[in-house]
């Protein structure tokens, strides 16, 4: 159980490259999560022009946590993908220097 752990704290055997299919992924569930953010806002815009006050509360909720939540997730995932990138490419070392 004894694990090396680097100066953050992580895992210093986890330091793989991500896979192609990972990053494939990865941009895929970006782009979902983007197009619910987006049809979130379009719903929440929307709302506004229904007449009952009950359909516009209820309309208008649904649509900011859907709204909240994919972009949490947009976010999430652009965060994995940055950390990713700094295993790929470590900042602070040159190539051909060690």
Not at 28 to 37: D, E, S, V
Not at 82 to 87: E, K, P, S
Request: proline share 3%; aromatic share 12%.
């Amino acid at each position: 159980m004894s694990e090396e752990l680097d100066r953050d704290g992580h895992n210093k055997s986890i330091s793989e490259r991500p896979g192609l299919g990972w990053w494939l992924g990865q941009v895929l569930l970006t782009g979902i999560a983007c197009f619910f953010a987006c049809f979130g806002v379009s719903l929440l815009v929307a709302s506004y022009g229904l007449g009952d006050p009950f359909s516009f509360i209820m309309t208008f909720f649904a649509a900011s946590l859907m709204t909240l939540i994919s972009l949490v997730m947009v976010m999430g995932f652009v965060l994995r993908m940055l950390r990713a990138a700094q295993i790929v490419c470590p900042a602070g070392k040159e190539e051909g220097k060690k």
